[in-house]
Structures are given as structure tokens and as C-alpha cells.
């Protein structure tokens, strides 16, 4: 088959969704397929609104066989402004009891606006045998990959990783679930979910259930092996029992209630060392040094080490450091690094928010806390430290789970056959 994946980013982008594609992408690849992938030119998200971050240079290349279109991205002006105000004026727009379907996508297609993307898909008359996108709320890329498929009788498939927040009223639902974002859902000829939560809501909101596949997420646990506790202490200085953070340092992704959490715990007498590996965000950044100012120490304390974005060798040895992995975050439609953790017996703690409730078994492989709730997120982390034969137990039972259902070959073996059929 030809088989063309749309996507926001790609290698050498780092994320959850740019490595869930480059899986599969290079799996149908070495079953004989030929994959391109059509995705943009960003070096991180926030090019998606602001022009001035840097961008990838090279626009088109082949890795590991898969042959990869990246497209330019366009601004409207003053778009570090606009952008957000399109969002949230595109959720006012789909909760009005109005037929505004047509108008969210036509709205839509400036968050992101990748114009060539477009004409790229309308000069590919014969092209393909079959199309996919990913991502639900970039679909200013996945709607003309989908009318594509329409003009030329082919195939849609969509994994939409929907994240369903920490409840129905969520504020983050509701940029994942607008009206037309359903509708593309509905209209897919199949919908990949990563949890079962995520398939019985979009069941909920009208998919047929014969095009709801469950493929998961997953790990390669030889590209994770290696980790050295030693090398980590020694290259980061860390000497305390570790409690690590791996992503972005962000408010919805639980990072202040990390930071609020251990601060109590330090209070306490506590000795832990709050390692953050991860792009840093604007608002994060502002919390962060405001600590400072607000007379709290938390910053200069060297308890806290605010690392950045770590290459692959680091996070590795960090795992293997840890004593506790947490992201108590409500915008994951899964959460990879629970499995990354896992498969050094690391025990993890998370929000009951989205398709992590249903990653993590609460009290088998770790800890499942309230969105925000920095009280039990203290307790459940002060806990883990202070029991470590009750880390271990909890982090071998998750390392059992990934081992039997979460590695790519496993993602990979449930999704081939929908991509064939």
C-alpha cells in the first residue's frame, strides 16, 4: 500500500503523538508498505503561534524509510494573539445550538495555518491507497487530508487521542471535543483510541462502534535499557532519593502541584531531591520565578533541579535513578512515560484525568490523585518514599503490565490488521 500519515509534528520532534506515528510509520515500512508523511515545519509547539521560535530547515527527507513533507507554517498578524483567540472563539462557537460545523473548519484551518499542506494534498490526484492523521485538535491539517480521501474514494483513519480532562466540565475537554472535531471523528472510516475510556466516549458521541479499534501506546523496552542511577547522581548532583518529572513544565500538566507537593514534604523533614526533564513553558516559567519573590526558596534550595529538555542517554539514567515517576496531568490521553518508568520498577503517580485513570491500576502499579489536589498528591508521594518495599511491589507489577500489553510490537500487531482490511 501507499499510505500517507498527516501529523502536527514528526521525527526529529519529540513528543507522544510524534513517536506513536514514527512507530507504526516504520513498521508498515519494514512490512513493505511505503509511507510519507505530510507534517510541518515546527521545532516545538509554540511555533504553531509564534513565527520567531525556530523552525526545521530541512523540508523534505527520508528516515528509516519513511519519506517525510515538511510544510511551512503561516501567521496570521499578531498571531501570538490571535491564535488563542480563535481557539477559545472556536469552542464559544461549537457549544451555540447552531448548524456551525462548516464554520469551526473554515475558522480553523489559521490554528495551524499550513496553507502548502493543502495544495500539496490537491495535487496528489492517485497518490495513495489509504490515509491517516493524528490528533484531534490540529484539525486545520486533518480535515483536507479527510475531504482528500473523499475526492479520491479512499480511506480515513484518525487516531484523535482525545483528552477528556479530569471531568465532563472539563475546560480542557472542550478543546479536544467541538463539534467539528466530533464530526471528522464520526466520518473516519475507523478511529484508533488509546484507552477504552476514550472509544466508549467517542461511542457516546456517535462513532460507530464496528470503527472504534483499540490500539494503545507503548515502549520498545531495548531502546530503554541501560539506565545508570550512578551516572545521573554524579552528572545532575542529585544525593536525595529522586522524584522525577518527565515533561513539560506546565500547569495543566501538574507541575506547580509537583512543586507544591514536595515543598510540604520538605516542610516535614522529608529528604527528596524534585527533578523536572522537560520543555519549559511560558506560564511555568513565570511561576517559577515568582518563587522567589514571594520569599519562598524553593528555587535556590538545590532541592529542585529544573533540567529542560533531556536527550535520551539522561532520561534513561534519570529513570533509573528514580524512586518515584509522577505526572499528576489532565492533558494526557495516556501517558508513555508511566510505561517508560514501569520498565525500571519505578512505582508512578498521575491524575485521575483522561485515559491515565485507566493507564495506571490505583494502588496495584501506583497512585491515581485528583487533578490539582497538592494534599493527596504530598500523601501518595510521601508514601512511596517512605515504603520502598512498597515502591518495589507497585513498580514490578507495572513493569509486568507493560511487558504483556504495552510495547509497540503490541500497538503495532492490533492496528496492522484495520490498515490491511
Known amino acids: 500500500m501507499r499510505i500517507l500519515h498527516v501529523i502536527q509534528r514528526y521525527w526529529p520532534a519529540i513528543g507522544g503523538a510524534e513517536k506513536h506515528f514514527q512507530e507504526i510509520s516504520e513498521r508498515l515500512v519494514r512490512d513493505g508498505h511505503e509511507v510519507t508523511v505530510y507534517t510541518t515545519d515546527a521545532g516545538d509547539f509554540q511555533c504553531f503561534w509564534d513565527g520567531r521560535k525556530p523552525r526545521l530547515e530541512t523540508r523534505e527527507e527520508v528516515h528509516n524509510g519513511v519519506t517525510v513533507h515538511r510544510f511551512p507554517l503561516r501567521h496570521l498578524p499578531l498571531s501570538r494573539w ?24 473554515r475558522l480553523a484551518r489559521f490554528t495551524p495555518w499550513v496553507p502548502d499542506l493543502e495544495r500539496a494534498l490537491a495535487r ?25 480521501t473523499r475526492r479520491e474514494g479512499l480511506p480515513f483513519l484518525l487516531y484523535p487521542l482525545t483528552h477528556l480532562g479530569e471531568s465532563e466540565r472539563s475546560s480542557l475537554r472542550r478543546y479536544y471535543t467541538m463539534r467539528h472535531q466530533l464530526a471528522l471523528a464520526r466520518a473516519s472510516d475507523t478511529v484508533f483510541t488509546q484507552t477504552r475510556l476514550e472509544g466508549n466516549y467517542l461511542a457516546q458521541q456517535g462513532v460507530a462502534p464496528e470503527r472504534l479499534v483499540w490500539g494503545g501506546a507503548g515502549v520498545n523496552p531495548s531502546e530503554l535499557a541501560g539506565g ?18 518527565l515533561g513539560t513544565a506546565a500547569y495543566d500538566k501538574g507541575t506547580v502541584h509537583m512543586v507544591e507537593a514536595m515543598h510540604r514534604l520538605w516542610a516535614q523533614g522529608m529528604r527528596a531531591d524534585l527533578v523536572l526533564a522537560g520543555a ?34 539522561d ?5 533509573a535513578a528514580a524512586s518515584v515517576l509522577a505526572l499528576p496531568s489532565r492533558s494526557d490521553s495516556f501517558g508513555i512515560v508511566f510505561l517508560e518508568a514501569w520498565l525500571y520498577g519505578v512505582p508512578v503517580v498521575g491524575a485521575a484525568a483522561g485515559g491515565v485513570a485507566e493507564v ?59 490498515y490491511e482490511r
Open 124 to 148: 496528489a490526484h492517485g497518490r495513495f491507497d489509504l490515509v491517516a492523521g493524528m490528533t484531534i485538535c490540529y484539525e486545520s491539517l486533518l480535515e483536507p487530508a479527510w475531504r482528500y
Open 82 to 105: 490571535t491564535y488563542p483567540a480563535l481557539r477559545r472563539g472556536l469552542a464559544m462557537v461549537s457549544s451555540l445550538p447552531l448548524p456551525t460545523t462548516g464554520v469551526l473548519f
Open 360 to 418: 495506571i491500576s490505583d494502588g496495584q502499579d501506583g497512585y491515581l490523585v485528583p487533578f490539582g489536589d497538592v494534599d493527596m498528591l504530598a500523601a501518595r508521594l510521601a508514601r512511596l518514599l517512605a515504603d520502598p518495599a512498597l515502591a518495589h511491589r507497585l513498580g514490578e507489577a507495572g513493569r509486568c503490565k507493560v511487558l504483556a500489553q504495552h510495547t509497540w510490537d503490541h500497538v503495532y500487531a492490533r492496528v496492522r490488521t484495520r
Open 315 to 319: 532520561k534513561r539514567d534519570l529513570l
Open 228 to 245: 545508570e542511577a550512578a551516572r545521573a547522581r554524579a552528572r545532575f548532583g542529585l544525593a536525595a532519593p529522586v522524584v522525577l518529572v
Open 280 to 313: 519549559v513553558t511560558g506560564g511555568f516559567a513565570r511561576y517559577w520565578a515568582g518563587l522567589s519573590k514571594n520569599g519562598r526558596c524553593i528555587a535556590e534550595s538545590g532541592q529542585v533541579h529544573l533540567l529542560g529538555i533531556v536527550d535520551e542517554a
